[in-house]
T-cell receptor, first 112, second 113 residues
């Protein structure tokens, strides 16, 4: 079945460092891809999305490009802030089942 | 516009008991999905309701059930609680048209002792 694999965390960075969180997927058809963020004590919020190959989603300085050839959707940010500390989830909506399938989540901790 | 509201925020139950969680979606949203979040398993899809009908279902035992009312509010019920049911239960709502944005509530933290 469809699945999402994220790099394991936690990821610990200093403020203003460059961030990459890897995400690869397995899916039949053409899924839509998402990054969600979960701040401590809160539910998930959609961070960005891409619905077709080569699309780039971006929001709040974060970017991810839908790479069909490598089945990847890596999350990047050029300069992280302490306020970016959260758990980040990569996800896809299966074009077969319509289900939203999440990766395991990657915890990011940014130190001042 | 009010967000997705989940009640209660925290619950403590003992093994064998049953529990009901509630979710009020964003006004106008007809789809409600439920997820279980645990440190070991991550986020797992439980089920989705659309216009009072279950539209999708994950791989959970029959002890987990849900329903949706005519006003789109949804409840999730877990019977005969087990220790492994301790988790954060998240509800998400959407318009229900397909590959659209989901809006999540803050969740109900269930602890089974």
């Amino acid at each position: 079945g469809d699945s999402v694999t994220q790099m394991e965390g936690p990821v610990t960075l200093s403020e203003e460092a460059f961030l990459t969180i890897n995400c690869t997927y397995t899916a039949t058809g053409y899924p839509s891809l998402f990054w969600y963020v979960q701040y401590p004590g809160e539910g998930l919020q959609l961070l960005l999305k891409a619905t077709k190959a080569d699309d780039k989603g971006s929001n709040k300085g974060f970017e991810a490009t839908y790479r069909k050839e490598t089945t990847s959707f890596h999350l990047e940010k050029g300069s992280v802030q302490v306020s970016d500390s959260a758990v980040y989830f990569c996800a896809l909506i299966s074009s077969n089942t319509g289900k939203l399938i999440f990766g395991q989540g990657t915890t990011l901790q940014v130190k001042p | 516009k009010a967000g997705v509201t989940q009640t209660p925020r925290y619950l403590i139950k003992t093994r064998g008991q049953q529990v009901t969680l509630s979710c009020s979606p964003i006004s106008g949203h007809r789809s409600v999905s439920w997820y279980q979040q645990t440190p070991g398993q991550g986020l797992q899809f439980l089920f989705e309701y659309f216009s009072e009908t279950q539209r999708n279902k994950g791989n959970f035992p029959g002890r987990f059930s849900g329903r949706q009312f005519s006003n789109s509010r949804s409840e999730m019920n877990v019977s005969t609680l087990e220790l492994g049911d301790s988790a954060l239960y998240l509800c998400a709502s959407s318009t229900g048209s397909g590959k659209e944005k989901l809006f999540f509530g803050s969740g109900t933290q269930l602890s089974v002792l």
